[in-house]
C-alpha cells in the first residue's frame, strides 16, 4: 500500500511541476464555511475535482484526469489549522472583506498576490 501512496505521490509531483508559474497567471477563488469551518482555495475557474489528503485537515483538489491541483480545502481551519500555522492568519484574514463568505480574485493586483502566497504556503504544507 505504501508503494502505491509513494507511486500516487509522485505521480502528483510531476504533474505540478508548473504550480508556481500557474499560480502566478490564474485567478483565484476563495471561500470559508464557518459552520463546517472549511477554508477553500480553487487555482482558476472552478472544475471538477478529486481531494487526496496530504496533511492533517489539508487536502488538494486535483483534476482527476491530468492531477494538476486545481486547489486546496483545509478542513477545521479557525479550529485546529491556524493555531497549528499561526502565520496563515493575517494572510486569511486579508483574503477576506467582512462577513467571511466567498471571494473571487482575479490574476493581478495586491489580493492575488496573497492568494498566490498562501497558495504556495499551503503548497508547501503538503
Known amino acids: 500500500m505504501e508503494e502505491a501512496e509513494g507511486l500516487a505521490s509522485r505521480e502528483i509531483l510531476e ?74 492568519g493575517p494572510h486569511f484574514e486579508s483574503l477576506f472583506e467582512s462577513p467571511i463568505q466567498r471571494r473571487d480574485i482575479p490574476p493581478r493586483g495586491a489580493q492575488h498576490r496573497r492568494a498566490q502566497e498562501v497558495a504556495s504556503k499551503l503548497a508547501a504544507v503538503s
Not at 469551518?37 to 481531494?51: K, M, N, R, S, Y
Not at 483534476?63 to 483545509?74: A, C, I, M, R, S
Request: glycine share 4%; net charge negative.
Open 15 to 88: 504533474a505540478n511541476a508548473d504550480l508556481e508559474e500557474r499560480l502566478s497567471r490564474l485567478s483565484f477563488s476563495v471561500s470559508y464555511d464557518e459552520e463546517f469551518d472549511i477554508f477553500v482555495l480553487t487555482i482558476g475557474e472552478p472544475t471538477e475535482a478529486i481531494t487526496e489528503e496530504v496533511a492533517d485537515g489539508l487536502q488538494l483538489r486535483l483534476d482527476p484526469e491530468t492531477l494538476k491541483v486545481v486547489g486546496f480545502e483545509v478542513l477545521s481551519f479557525r479550529r485546529r489549522f491556524l493555531p497549528a500555522h499561526p502565520e496563515f
